[in-house]
């Protein structure tokens, strides 16, 4: 079989979601296992990938799922679609920043995505940063999924920010949520592939919980209160301090 476990499963689930089903990024593995058949007309088999279970399968596709076992038949719930939750900034960086024409590379001692050096060229494993042409694919699928259920005039919108290549925010309104939840569900499985195809450990924390507003406030509060801490530590304190290697990073891309 062609299709990997994580495409198989988001293959599901947007068949969930394209059905119309308020709660279609949760079903049973029942339910996933009639859909799977159904995708490969008829078929599926968990054995054709190594295992002996359906939920062993599921496992397959590290964190774009999530298993609840308290209830029978255990449900699945998928993760890339969960609320207030995005790409890592480093791995997002490396993934989507293929204007710039630079390339990334994963860090395995420092568990980061960053940008390659000369030295890397051949000691780190490439991320697959997204082509431009690669992207408008994404788009002109996206376009063509929705735009037959549109109105003349959004359907324009649709038609114009997918040939234009146009920021999120010039899509018909109801459609910004729909399109930003795909990006973010073919990212994940993109990275998963890669990282699995590279016999590289998926990191654990692939997606990151977004603030809500009361959050975003309390991290401003929080960030202020760290910048007066460090105005008064000592030299020792200061030389004490450790900081996230993602961060450090971050900063030496800016000064460059």
Known sequence: MDKTPTELILAAFEQARASGKPDWNRMTTAVLKN????LTDGTFDENDFGVNTLRDFVALAGNAVAIDTSSFPPVLTLLTDAPNTRLRSDLWTALMNYSSGLKYVWDTAQGVAREASIIDESHSPVIPTLSEEEMGEWRKEFAERFKVHLAPRAAERLSVWQQQGLPSKFLPSHLIGEWNREVKTKSVARLQQWFKANRLDEPANILVQHPSRE????????????IECVRVMTDQE???????????????????
């Open 35 to 38: 859909r799977l058949l159904t």
């Open 215 to 226: 959050q975003a406030n309390d991290l401003g509060m929080l960030r202020q209160l760290v």
């Open 238 to 256: 200061l030389a004490e301090l450790r900081l996230p290697p993602h961060v450090l990073l971050r900063i030496r891309a800016k000064q460059s």
